[in-house]
């Protein structure tokens, strides 16, 4: 479980110094990033799952240092709009991105009165779930989050995974709501298996 934070990503890959000076002049508007999840996984605000590539139409571009391979950026995702804004070294093509979000956008969802192992609703983003709140605790679970797979006393896991298991969250359901259960985390695991559990089979790993 978390706090929020800023929402920060890796960049594992992206483009040359000259295509990203391109990029200011038009000749190659939309560039790729590579990006392989969060710095710092507690901000709901947007998720990495998995290693994604991304296209980012760049609008902005100034010397972070004075060495020329240091740059910070600002752009928009191709094809949604999405403001993004980051940091990037061209020699080594390493760096980081965040996803601006609009906090007016985010509001609570309650779970109609109803407590699930502590929890009582959901940030919501753009009609999205990306957190899970426990206000006693004062603390969330977010989309992206790591945690290790806990069985119940005799072991049994409602997704089939195994217990011990590394998992990353990757969505939320309503509990009770269209024939669901308390099975509302979605989490998918190294080897690709998808399923939901229980808030109470996740031990966050902090």
């Keep these: 479980m978390s706090t929020i934070n800023d929402p920060v990503y890796r960049i594992s890959a992206g483009p040359?110094?000259?295509?990203?000076?391109?990029?200011?002049f038009g000749e190659k508007p939309v560039l790729e990033f590579t990006f392989d999840g969060?710095?710092?996984?507690?901000?709901?605000?947007?998720?990495?799952?998995?290693?994604?590539?991304?296209?980012?139409?760049?609008?902005?571009?100034?010397r972070e240092d004075g060495s020329?391979?240091?740059?910070?950026?600002?752009?928009?995702?191709?094809?949604?709009?999405?403001?993004?804004?980051g940091?990037?070294?061209?020699?080594?093509?390493?760096?980081h991105l965040s996803f601006p979000?609009?906090?007016?956008d985010v509001?609570?969802?309650?779970?109609?009165?109803?407590?699930?192992?502590?929890?009582?609703?959901?940030?919501?983003?753009?009609?999205?779930?990306?957190?899970?709140?426990?206000k006693d605790q004062g603390t969330m679970m977010v989309l992206g989050q790591n945690a290790v797979i806990r069985g119940d006393s005799k072991g049994y896991v409602p997704s089939g995974h195994k217990n011990?298991?590394?998992?990353?969250?990757?969505?939320?359901?309503?509990?009770f709501h269209r024939g669901e259960s308390d099975c509302i985390v979605k989490v998918i695991s190294d080897d690709g298996k998808f399923g939901s559990v229980k808030p109470s089979n996740l031990e966050v790993i902090k």
Excluded at 41 to 50: E, K
Excluded at 101 to 104: F, G, L, Q, Y
Excluded at 165 to 175: A, E, I, N, R, S
């Design 87 to 95: 940091y990037y070294h061209t020699r080594n093509r390493r760096g």
């Design 107 to 134: 509001h609570e969802v309650t779970f109609g009165g109803n407590i699930i192992f502590g929890f009582s609703g959901f940030l919501c983003l753009k009609g999205n779930y990306i957190a899970m709140l426990n």
């Design 164 to 175: 011990g298991q590394l998992v990353t969250v990757v969505g939320f359901k309503m509990p």
């Design 68 to 85: 020329g391979e240091s740059w910070n950026f600002e752009g928009k995702i191709s094809g949604n709009d999405q403001p993004v804004k």
């Design 101 to 104: 979000a609009n906090k007016t």
């Design 16 to 24: 040359s110094k000259f295509d990203l000076m391109m990029s200011i």
């Design 38 to 62: 969060p710095t710092d996984t507690t901000n709901p605000l947007h998720s990495a799952i998995c290693v994604q590539t991304i296209k980012i139409r760049i609008l902005t571009v100034s």
